[in-house]
C-alpha cells in the first residue's frame, strides 16, 4: 500500500467518523440527506452528551489536521478543505454560537422536521416508516427535558419566536395520524396514537414553560456585534471579507440598482409612474381555480427552456417538481423538498407553496393572487427548482466525495438559486417581456435590502423596527414580507447569503469567461459549478480557475 493510498484511507475513515459522530448527535439532518441508519432518534441534547460529542468532534478534528492535502489524489484534495470547515463548523456552532443553551426554536425545530422527514418522503413502506415515526416521537419527551435543562438566557425574541411558531407544531402533528390511515397493524397504529397524544401533551407544557417560566428570564442579546458576524461566515461560508465592506458593498449596490430601475421604468413607458407599472405586475395573476395549472405549465416551460437554450445539462430522469402546501410548522414563502443526496428510494420534489386556503375571505385570496402574480411565481420558481435549489439539489447525487456530498454553504446555494433566477430573465425571459427585467430587479433590490437589515440589527445600527421600515421602503416589500425575513435574521445574522452569494456565483462566471476567452461556453460553465454539490465557493474557485484566481470573491 503506497503512502497516498494509506492518508487517503485514513482520511475517508476519519471523515466517516466526524459525520457518524455529528448524524447520532442531530439525526434529523441525517434523515433530510436520505441516510436512514438513524431514523430512530431525535438526537442526544443533554449537556453531558453535547459535551461528548463535542470532545469527539474535536478528537477527529486534530487527527485530520495531522493528514496533508497535497499528499492526497486530486478528489481528496479538494474535498479537504470541506471537511476541516464543517467540522470547525460544527464545533462553532456547539462551542461558541450554543444556540442549544440561548434558542428554543432549536428545539421545536428538532421536533417537527425530524418527524415531517420520514412523513414527507416514500422512502420506506408506510409500517418501517411510521415505527421510526414512533420512536422519534417517544425521543420528544427527552429532547424537551434537555431543552429545560439547557436553556439560560435566550433573547425574548427567540422565546417569542418559539411561543409562536408552537401553534403551527401543533397543528402539524394533530395532522398526523391522516398520513398513516391506511396503516392496517391495529398494535401498531395504538402505539402511534399513544406516541402522538404523548408528543401534544410534551407540547402543551413546553408552551406552558416557555410562557411562564423562560420568557421572564428571558433577557439575551440577540444581536450578536460585527466580530461575531465575521466569525460565522468565516466558519460557515469561507468568506474572509470583513463585514464593514460587505455592508458598504451592498448600499453601493442599492444605490446603483435604483438607478437602473428608474431607467427601466422609463423606458418600459415614459408615462407611466412606478406606482401604475407595479400594478400591471400585481394585475397579472391567474385566478383561484387556475393557479394550480398555471403553476404546472410554469415549471414545465421553465425545465424546457434551461435545454432548448443550452443553458444546462438536465438528465432525462429528473423527476418534475410537484407543488404542493406549505408544512403547517413553517413560515416560508417558498420551499423546496428534493430528496437528500444520498437518497436512493425516494424520487418525489415537492415545492412548498403559500397556497391560498379553503376558508379565506375572497379579499385575502385576491391579495395573495397578487403578491404571487406571474412575474413572482416565475422568479420563485426560478429560485427554487429550475434552474435553483432543485436543480442543483439533485445534479448533488454525483458528488464523488462524502464530506462534499453532505455539505450546505448557504452562500452556495441561495447564491446558485438567485443569479439562476436573474441569469434566466437575462437570458429568456426578460426578452419576452420587459416586466419580467423589472420584477427581476426589483427582487434584486429587495434582496439587498434583507441583506443590509440582516447585518445591520446584529451591528446593533438599527432596531427591529427601524429595520423593517427599511426593507418596505426602499427594499419594496410589504410590511409582512419584511418581518418574515427579520424573523429568521434574528437568529441567522447571514441572510446576506442570498444577494452576496448570487454575486459570488456571477464574479466567478465572468472570471472563468476571461480565462476561457473565446472558448466560454455558458452551458459548460453551469455544467461545471453543478458538479461540486454545496461546497463554499471559494474553493470551487480555486479549483475552476487556478492560478486565475484572483482571491476576490464579488
Not at 184 to 210: G, I, P, S, Y
Not at 343 to 360: F, G, R, S, T
Request: glycine share 4%; aromatic share 10%.
Amino acid at each position: 500500500m503506497t503512502t497516498s493510498d494509506t492518508l487517503e484511507a485514513r482520511y475517508d475513515r476519519l471523515s466517516q467518523e466526524f459525520f457518524d459522530t455529528y448524524y447520532t448527535y442531530h439525526p434529523v439532518h441525517a434523515t433530510r440527506q436520505g441516510l436512514h441508519q438513524y431514523d430512530g432518534s431525535l438526537g442526544h441534547y443533554r449537556w453531558d452528551e453535547i459535551e461528548a460529542t463535542l470532545r469527539r468532534m474535536k478528537a477527529i478534528q486534530a487527527e485530520v489536521s495531522w493528514i496533508d492535502p497535497a499528499k492526497m489524489d486530486a478528489l481528496h484534495a479538494l474535498d479537504y478543505p470541506v471537511l476541516t470547515t464543517r467540522m470547525k463548523r460544527e464545533i462553532y456552532w456547539i462551542e461558541t454560537w450554543r444556540f442549544w443553551e440561548n434558542n428554543p426554536l432549536f428545539y421545536k425545530d428538532t421536533i417537527t422536521e425530524g418527524v415531517f422527514n420520514l412523513v414527507s418522503r416514500n422512502f420506506a413502506p408506510l409500517e418501517e416508516r411510521l415505527k421510526s415515526l414512533i420512536a422519534r416521537e417517544r425521543d420528544v419527551p427527552a429532547v424537551l427535558a434537555a431543552a429545560r435543562e439547557n436553556l439560560r438566557n435566550p433573547p425574548a425574541v427567540y422565546t417569542e419566536q418559539a411561543i409562536r411558531y408552537m401553534k403551527g407544531a401543533k397543528l402539524f402533528f394533530n395532522e398526523i395520524p391522516k398520513e398513516f390511515a391506511e396503516v392496517k397493524d391495529a398494535a401498531l397504529v395504538r402505539d402511534f396514537q399513544e406516541a402522538n397524544q404523548q408528543v401534544l401533551e410534551e407540547l402543551d407544557r413546553f408552551l406552558v414553560f416557555l410562557q411562564d417560566d423562560l420568557l421572564p428570564r428571558s433577557n439575551g442579546n440577540f444581536a450578536v456585534g460585527e466580530a461575531e458576524i465575521q466569525n460565522i461566515i468565516d466558519a460557515e461560508e469561507m468568506i474572509d471579507v470583513p463585514v464593514k465592506d460587505i455592508l458598504a458593498r451592498c448600499y453601493s449596490d442599492m444605490d446603483r440598482l435604483e438607478a437602473e430601475i428608474a431607467d427601466l421604468e422609463r423606458e418600459i413607458d415614459p408615462n407611466a409612474t412606478s406606482a401604475e407599472l407595479k400594478e400591471r405586475i400585481q394585475a397579472n395573476h391567474p385566478d383561484r381555480d387556475n393557479l394550480m395549472p398555471t403553476m404546472r405549465a410554469e415549471l414545465a416551460k421553465m425545465r424546457a427552456y434551461l435545454t432548448s437554450h443550452n443553458l444546462m445539462t438536465l438528465p432525462e430522469e429528473m423527476p418534475d417538481v410537484i407543488v404542493s402546501p406549505m408544512p403547517t410548522y413553517a413560515s416560508a414563502g417558498g420551499m423546496m423538498l428534493t430528496p437528500g443526496p444520498f437518497e436512493h428510494v425516494a424520487k418525489e420534489a415537492y415545492m412548498a407553496i403559500n397556497l391560498p386556503q379553503a376558508d379565506w375571505t375572497p379579499e385575502r385570496v385576491e391579495a395573495q393572487l397578487r403578491d404571487f402574480n406571474l412575474y413572482a411565481m416565475g422568479l420563485l420558481f426560478m429560485h427554487e427548482a429550475f434552474p435553483g435549489h432543485n436543480t442543483q439539489f439533485y445534479l448533488e447525487k454525483r458528488v464523488p466525495m462524502f464530506a462534499s456530498k453532505d455539505h450546505d454553504s448557504d452562500s452556495n446555494s441561495d447564491g446558485w438559486a438567485e443569479y439562476g433566477k436573474y441569469m434566466m430573465v437575462d437570458e429568456i425571459y426578460g426578452e419576452q417581456d420587459p416586466l419580467y427585467r423589472l420584477a427581476a430587479l426589483q427582487a434584486k433590490l429587495g434582496s439587498i435590502s434583507t441583506a443590509i437589515a440582516g447585518l445591520e440589527i446584529h451591528m446593533e445600527i438599527r432596531t427591529l423596527e427601524e429595520a423593517a421600515q427599511f426593507i418596505v421602503e426602499r427594499g419594496g416589500n410589504t410590511e409582512q414580507r419584511a418581518w418574515r425575513v427579520l424573523d429568521r435574521a434574528i437568529y441567522y445574522p447571514s441572510h446576506l447569503t442570498y444577494y452576496i452569494g448570487g454575486e459570488m456565483v456571477l464574479k466567478l462566471r465572468e472570471d472563468y469567461r476571461k480565462l476561457k476567452g473565446a472558448a466560454f461556453d455558458l452551458k459548460e460553465f453551469h455544467d461545471r459549478f453543478m458538479t461540486y454539490g454545496l461546497i463554499p465557493i471559494k474553493l470551487i474557485r480555486q479549483d475552476m480557475l487556478g492560478a486565475a484566481d484572483d482571491g476576490v470573491l464579488f
